[in-house]
């Protein structure tokens, strides 16, 4: 194949493919000598520096974009995606719908390939957020202490007690539907402010036979509203409508992703949002302290000074940025521990109508497995039951079963009548994990990142006692045709978070050991995997960083 | 099982469906009869029919759901998924490769090319390429198991985002303008269609 269509490989605006013949090429290149040449631009070099750039807006950008806009601070947050108007734009179509992935190439590789895209990466303002299913469990204490309990992966440098606040204030800001008693965890001070979500088939059929085989489960924490909600910054947002459509965009704003939520309230509080901007440069002054970035705004490259960065782009282009600038990499620990949660899924069919396109995916959960007795790993996880769009469905059941044909036909003829389970299970960071950049590039020219991922002894066993278990249950409710899909789900580690800058990027509030005014914040500097859905632990990362910010500059004044 | 015909038709007329979402799905209803390839010469883009034609077998329509289209268009713009697994080489060559190495695996079992073949014969071939068994240089260069679980894969996803066969199993989850009310086990709205035997 000629080399020149190398660079333009997964890309939505494919460069020109170069002339091959050589008469036409030096033909056209006569005639084009005498054309005075378009002369690069001087970047601007606007004098207002700002306080801060926050880079992404998704779950770790969007929370401290607003926290520091409220301080009074001069905030600019630099989204690579577009801003979309989900009532008028956001189509019932999952096709439709995948400008909503960082679509991007990334290279999946080791034993136990990632898949990106539609499963784990997000674009627009509001970040992945646009697509999240909106599962929104509280981590529970022991989870950040999976070195002190059982002597592997990595502690974290606070506990529970320092993010609960946070967790409290999300709850009630982002009006999260939840049961009035969670059956685990530590108890909450206050209650979720909406009830539930009402229970879909899926949820159903695995309430009725958890409670046969005495699994506790519970209706699912989710950031979607059950009744219309008082969004400060933004208005009243309406009840869910149950489209089921969460992982392929809201159109109605009940979900709460960030772009009717945070950044709203950011907004007016001054915060200038810059969508379509993609940073490339993050630049430094000769003491190493980060003086601005450089960003491809519509094609034109732009400049934006400030005092201090806020890297929040998620655990695959927050290394990628950090690479590439060659920036905070004394620990060594950059692109390192990548985790990926174990999320194997369980399907069924069932004689009843399940209709799985109807309802949030989750209602129903259990975290009764978050340390099951007698278990040969380290870690726990929880279960969820789990409807699903057809298209979604139809490539898993490909990927998976295989099935080709009439066969498949036939298979894909049962859909409304299939329901799932899945685990979201603790995954240790191992050093055959992790991100690098590839030689490949881009059509931006940029190097593709490679991520390795292999589940190691610890994240099979543990798929092995939650296979065996989501299959009783499915057993028990009255499954046929019983299979398994595994998947490994949230990308998480890459620029860890920790003690010491020996071995973490960031130090416990965020801030980098490297780089004097750098700050991270997604779930690239979760220590460790946590054996819960992570967006909620992200944003009360991203409000806890804010306030460390906040406080550590009022010191300083 | 199978729902009434005209199902998902006569919702897209409806204001059950949005603007946004009609345009989605009558866009593959409307796709004209013939299509051009603009990536794939022609003789491949003819390979790649083939295959789709066994891999989802449509015999019951007069005219099938095209689905080679999808390919094309997408390796002609350069467009991505957002990933790809590593031991394969990029969309582009993966695609002219494997398209290739079927033709290779079909003239090393029949000695005629996969276009040449009837049905069984066409079948026998993509069952060696789907147990990785399939003869040929071009496999040498391509991962087998990786191609065929991304060909399938996207063939499939390309088929069931069709309107026509989203009504055949009986989706209408595109008709959610008054959201969901009934949404337990054997709960359904008025225009959810039912099974028929």
């Given at each position: 194949m000629p080399d020149e269509e190398v660079l333009e490989e997964g890309v939505l605006n494919p460069v020109k493919p170069e002339i091959q013949d050589p008469l036409l090429k030096s033909l056209l290149k006569e005639e084009a000598a005498p054309v005075e040449k378009e002369q690069p631009q001087p970047l601007p070099d606007p004098t207002d520096e700002v306080d801060c750039v926050v880079i992404g807006t998704g779950a770790g950008g969007a929370p401290l974009l607003a926290r520091l806009a409220m301080a009074g601070l001069k905030v600019v947050a630099l989204e690579a995606g577009p801003w979309h108007n989900p009532s008028r734009d956001f189509a019932t179509d999952e096709k439709a719908q995948e400008f909503l992935f960082w679509n991007d190439e990334r290279l999946a590789a080791g034993q136990d390939p990632v898949a990106?895209?539609?499963?784990?990466?997000?674009?627009?303002?509001?970040?992945?957020?646009?697509?999240?299913?909106?599962?929104?469990?509280?981590?529970?204490?022991?989870?950040?202490?999976?070195?002190?309990?059982?002597?592997?992966?990595?502690?974290?440098?606070?506990?529970?007690?320092?993010?609960?606040?946070?967790?409290?204030?999300?709850?009630?800001?982002?009006?999260?539907?939840?049961?009035?008693?969670?059956?685990?965890?530590?108890?909450?001070?206050?209650?979720?402010?909406?009830?539930?979500?009402?229970?879909?088939?899926?949820?159903?059929?695995?309430?009725?036979?958890?409670?046969?085989?005495?699994?506790?489960?519970?209706?699912?924490?989710?950031?979607?509203?059950?009744?219309?909600?008082?969004?400060?910054?933004?208005?009243?947002?309406?009840?869910?409508?149950?489209?089921?459509?969460?992982?392929?965009?809201?159109?109605?704003?009940?979900?709460?992703?960030?772009?009717?939520?945070?950044?709203?309230?950011?907004?007016?509080?001054?915060?200038?949002?810059?969508?379509?901007?993609?940073?490339?440069?993050?630049?430094?002054?000769?003491?190493?302290?980060?003086?601005?970035?450089?960003?491809?705004?519509?094609?034109?490259?732009?400049?934006?000074?400030?005092?201090?960065?806020?890297?929040?782009?998620?655990?695959?282009?927050?290394?990628?940025?950090?690479?590439?600038?060659?920036?905070?990499?004394?620990?060594?620990?950059?692109?390192?521990?990548?985790?990926?949660?174990?999320?194997?899924?369980?399907?069924?069919?069932?004689?009843?109508d399940v209709r799985p396109y109807k309802g949030i995916p989750g209602a129903l959960i259990s975290e009764d497995m978050h340390r099951p007795p007698q278990a040969d790993f380290a870690g726990g996880y929880l279960l969820q039951?789990?409807?699903?769009?057809?298209?979604?469905?139809?490539?898993?059941?490909?990927?998976?079963?295989?099935?080709?044909?009439?066969?498949?036909?036939?298979?894909?003829?049962?859909?409304?009548?299939?329901?799932?389970?899945?685990?979201?299970?603790?995954?240790?960071?191992?050093?055959?994990?992790?991100?690098?950049?590839?030689?490949?590039?881009?059509?931006?020219?940029?190097?593709?990142?490679?991520?390795?991922?292999?589940?190691?002894?610890?994240?099979?066993?543990?798929?092995?006692?939650?296979?065996?278990?989501?299959?009783?249950?499915?057993?028990?409710?009255?499954?046929?045709?019983?299979?398994?899909?595994?998947?490994?789900?949230?990308?998480?580690?890459?620029?860890?978070?920790?003690?010491?800058?020996?071995?973490?990027?960031?130090?416990?509030?965020?801030?980098?050991?490297?780089?004097?005014?750098?700050?991270?914040?997604?779930?690239?500097?979760?220590?460790?995997?946590?054996?819960?859905?992570?967006?909620?632990?992200?944003?009360?990362?991203s409000l806890r960083t804010a306030d460390k910010f906040l406080e550590a500059r009022r010191l300083v004044s | 099982m199978t729902y009434p015909e005209g199902t998902v038709h006569a919702l897209l007329q409806t204001d059950l469906v949005t603007e946004a979402t009609r345009t989605a799905l009558q866009a593959?209803?409307?796709?004209?009869?013939?299509?051009?390839?603009?990536?794939?010469?022609?003789?491949?883009?003819?390979?790649l029919r083939a295959v789709a034609a066994r891999l989802l077998p449509q015999p019951e329509r007069a005219r099938p759901i095209e689905l080679a289209p999808v390919i094309d268009a997408r390796l002609a713009e350069g467009r991505s998924d957002g990933w790809r697994y590593d031991v394969l080489p990029p969309d582009r060559e993966a695609y002219r490769l494997g398209l290739g190495g079927i033709n290779q695996a079909a003239q090393k079992q029949f000695q005629q090319d996969f276009r040449e073949l009837n049905e069984a014969q066409q079948d026998a071939v993509v069952e060696q390429l789907a147990a990785g068994k399939a003869a040929g240089n071009n496999w040498m260069q391509l991962n087998q198991g990786r191609f065929f679980e991304e060909l399938l894969a996207e063939l499939t996803e390309a088929y069931y985002a069709h309107p026509l066969a989203q009504e055949e199993i009986g989706y209408v989850g595109m008709a959610d303008v008054p959201g969901w009310t009934r949404i337990g086990l054997n709960e359904l709205e008025p225009r959810e269609p039912e099974e028929q035997p």
């Open positions: 990106f895209g539609k499963n784990n990466s997000g674009t627009g303002v509001g970040g992945s957020t646009l697509h999240y299913t909106a599962y929104t469990p509280r981590a529970q204490d022991d989870d950040f202490h999976i070195r002190r309990d059982f002597g592997v992966g990595m502690d974290w440098p606070f506990g529970y007690d320092e993010l609960e606040p946070y967790y409290e204030e999300l709850e009630q800001f982002l009006g999260i539907s939840g049961p009035e008693n969670y059956p685990w965890g530590k108890p909450r001070r206050r209650p979720y402010p909406l009830a539930p979500l009402p229970l879909n088939g899926a949820a159903q059929l695995m309430a009725r036979a958890c409670q046969q085989l005495g699994i506790r489960t519970s209706p699912a924490a989710n950031a979607s509203l059950s009744a219309r909600y008082y969004q400060e910054g933004v208005g009243w947002r309406e009840a869910c409508t149950n489209r089921g459509f969460c992982q392929a965009g809201c159109s109605t704003g009940a979900k709460a992703s960030m772009d009717v939520t945070f950044l709203p309230l950011a907004v007016g509080h001054g915060a200038d949002i810059r969508p379509n901007s993609f940073v490339t440069e993050i630049e430094r002054d000769e003491s190493g302290r980060i003086t601005g970035v450089v960003y491809q705004q519509n094609g034109l490259p732009q400049r934006q000074k400030c005092r201090h960065l806020f890297l929040c782009a998620g655990a695959v282009e927050t290394p990628r940025l950090l690479l590439l600038n060659e920036l905070a990499l004394n620990s060594g620990h950059v692109g390192k521990n990548f985790m990926a949660h174990t999320g194997l899924q369980v399907w069924g069919t069932f004689a009843e039951s789990i409807g699903i769009m057809p298209v979604t469905f139809a490539g898993q059941v490909a990927r998976e079963r295989k099935l080709w044909g009439q066969p498949l036909r036939a298979y894909m003829r049962q859909y409304n009548h299939a329901a799932g389970i899945d685990m979201h299970g603790e995954c240790l960071p191992h050093a055959e994990n992790f991100l690098e950049l590839a030689e490949e590039k881009d059509a931006r020219g940029l190097p593709k990142p490679r991520i390795h991922f292999t589940n190691h002894e610890n994240e099979r066993r543990m798929m092995r006692h939650a296979e065996k278990l989501m299959r009783q249950i499915w057993t028990q409710a009255g499954a046929q045709d019983i299979w398994s899909f595994p998947r490994n789900a949230h990308l998480i580690g890459t620029a860890r978070m920790g003690l010491s800058g020996d071995d973490a990027v960031v130090n416990a509030d965020g801030k980098a050991f490297d780089v004097p005014n750098l700050y991270i914040c997604d779930n690239s500097v979760f220590p460790s995997s946590l054996s819960v859905n992570p967006a909620l632990t992200i944003m009360a990362l | 593959r209803l409307d796709a004209p009869a013939h299509y051009e390839p603009r990536f794939f010469d022609a003789d491949t883009y003819q390979v």
